[in-house]
């Protein structure tokens, strides 16, 4: 599941901005990608195979926005990647760069012959594309994928259009993920994805609690609409270039405030200040739902119990941790 990140510069390139040269002429795999998933992946190595056949770059094209938010703002996204991690994952893929559209009215509006004229041909000045069989794009979804490819016929663009993928059953997809990870099957969401999946944020101060009960915490406040299960899990924590174990909660703390959901991680054999710091947390295993305890001392007991569990989940998971490339800032 772990692969080392391209070593070469990852152009990253909004709205037409000055890197455009770096990826001219490029194959482009087309798609919200959210989580980067084993199915994106099949549509990435898909133009990532014919750039190489070609001698062209290959790039991503994706939107920001995530278009849900753009025609449905009042019903917040669970997204599985933000866009900067989006980008920091598909700069580990071996591609040469990503194309970030704004998702707005006026692209929202433009038919799907127009966005292909005007905004892969005309601006991009693609040699091709890859597109998974369910995207579609322009206006009202008018533009399907033999739609793309019959056009690319008429440009003498190079089209390729990726099956769907399954795995035991299971569609690889976003919402299939994002289930998985509402119901707290961190494992399987890491099967679909092709990694463990992972947050990124600033670690806050808290309530000192968990350093009262000699269980110090680094405390990250999550996107509102993370739908994540709440419940304790063992994880993986980046800093840096520093992979260290723990074992954290995500949740309202019932035993004490139910508060707003924070994420509080416990760092195993770790001792030094955090606060600050920007951190990856990769969720690896699922010990058990957020429970309320009567007392700190029941709770001290179930975190020790806790602690040893998430120790055996993180040994039998040994190495396990995202392949995240490097993106301009």
Not at 15 to 28: C, E, T
Not at 230 to 255: N, Q
Not at 313 to 323: K, N, Q, T, Y
Request: charged residues 25%.
């Amino acid at each position: 599941m772990t692969h080392s990140p391209r070593q070469n510069p990852f152009h990253v390139i909004r709205n037409g901005a000055a890197a455009l040269d770096a990826i001219r002429g490029a194959v482009v795999a087309i798609g919200n990608f959210d989580g980067v998933h084993r199915g994106h992946r099949a549509v990435i190595a898909a133009a990532l195979a014919r750039a190489k056949e070609m001698g062209h770059p290959a790039a991503a094209l994706t939107f920001e926005p995530h278009p849900r938010s753009y025609f449905r703002p009042n019903e917040p996204v669970f997204r599985l990647t933000d866009e900067r991690a989006k980008l920091r994952l598909l700069a580990a893929t071996g591609l040469d760069g990503a194309v970030v559209m704004t998702f707005d009215a006026k692209l929202a509006s433009l038919s799907a012959r127009d966005f292909i004229e005007r905004k892969l041909v005309g601006e991009l000045k693609i040699s091709g594309a890859a597109i998974g069989f369910d995207f579609h794009f322009g206006k009202d979804r008018q533009g399907s994928p033999a739609f793309l490819a019959e056009e690319g016929g008429r440009l003498g663009l190079a089209v390729e259009i990726v099956a769907p993928l399954e795995d035991e059953g299971r569609p690889v997809s976003s919402s299939t993920i994002r289930s998985a990870l509402a119901a707290g099957r961190v494992v399987e969401a890491a099967e679909l994805l092709g990694y463990p999946w992972f947050v990124t944020g600033t670690v806050i101060h808290g309530e000192k609690r968990g350093r009262a009960l000699g269980y110090p915490t680094a405390n990250l406040k999550l996107d509102p609409a993370c739908g994540l299960q709440h419940g304790i899990y063992a994880v993986r924590v980046g800093v840096g270039d520093k992979r260290l174990d723990g074992v954290a909660s995500f949740g309202r703390r019932p035993t004490f405030d139910n508060g707003a959901a924070l994420l509080e991680v416990f760092l195993f054999d770790f001792a030094g200040d955090l606060y600050g710091a920007e951190i990856d947390v990769a969720f690896l295993g699922w010990i058990r739902p957020e429970m309320r305890f009567d007392g700190a001392d029941a709770l001290v007991r179930r975190m020790h119990e806790d602690s040893a569990r998430a120790r055996d989940a993180l040994e039998r998971a040994r190495g396990s941790f995202p392949a995240l490339g490097r993106v301009p800032e």
